[in-house]
């Protein structure tokens, strides 16, 4: 059975956005870049919010991005291999390839396509993902906490639901980026 892993970025203070909606308060860095293409690369789906997957469909429909370095290039084509679930009322068509809208989450949907997956799916976007988390369906969280802290905003992790982790592994990059794997306790 495929593994279903939340991934975000989160600031120090526990946030993927700050009060007025931004999350690209973080510079790119090619080390955490690198370490996120690869981790992309073993993923066979996506699943995303509206809003997560608008912002990462330019990886497909901008090839200006992907020309700007071999590293961007790299990433452009681990996205762009992957199937897409995107999940929105307001969407009426998707713009990538490889890319199905839904309209609603359904836990048993998503339970049964872990069962059939060759490779592990990722969940992004707070909101989808707590309602992952809720339905008992998010094995893995990965983290990558970054030192800065936004004083509020969204959380990257749901509030109202208790959740128990087991640390995985660490990495520490030189821009003072922490990546944290957590296996959820009970899968």
């Known amino acids: 059975m495929a593994k279903l892993i939340y991934v975000t970025n989160v600031s120090i203070d526990g946030y993927i956005e700050d009060e007025r909606g931004v999350f690209a308060w973080f510079p790119r860095d090619d080390e955490v870049f690198t370490f996120t293409t690869n981790l992309l690369r073993s993923v066979g789906t996506f699943l995303y919010g509206r809003r997560l997957y608008e912002s990462m469909a330019v990886w497909e429909t901008d090839a200006a991005l992907a020309a700007q370095s071999g590293l961007m290039a790299d990433f452009a084509s681990a996205w762009q291999a992957a199937n897409k679930v995107v999940y929105s009322t307001t969407l009426t068509a998707v713009s990538t390839a490889v890319t199905s809208l839904e309209r609603r989450f359904d836990p048993a949907v998503v339970h049964q396509l872990k069962a059939t997956a060759g490779s592990?799916?990722?969940?992004?976007?707070?909101?989808?993902?707590?309602?992952?988390?809720?339905?008992?369906?998010?094995?893995?969280?990965?983290?990558?906490?970054?030192?800065?802290?936004?004083?509020?905003?969204?959380?990257?992790?749901?509030?109202?639901?208790?959740?128990?982790?087991?640390?995985?592994?660490?990495?520490?990059?030189?821009?003072?980026?922490?990546h944290l794997r957590y296996r959820t306790l009970g899968h």
């Not at 992952?132 to 990965?142: F, I, P, T, Y």
């Not at 030192?147 to 109202?160: F, R």
């Open 120 to 178: 592990d799916i990722t969940v992004g976007g707070a909101n989808l993902a707590a309602q992952a988390m809720r339905a008992g369906l998010v094995d893995e969280c990965q983290l990558f906490v970054w030192p800065t802290a936004v004083g509020g905003g969204k959380p990257g992790l749901p509030t109202g639901v208790r959740t128990d982790f087991a640390l995985l592994d660490e990495r520490r990059f030189q821009n003072g980026v922490v």
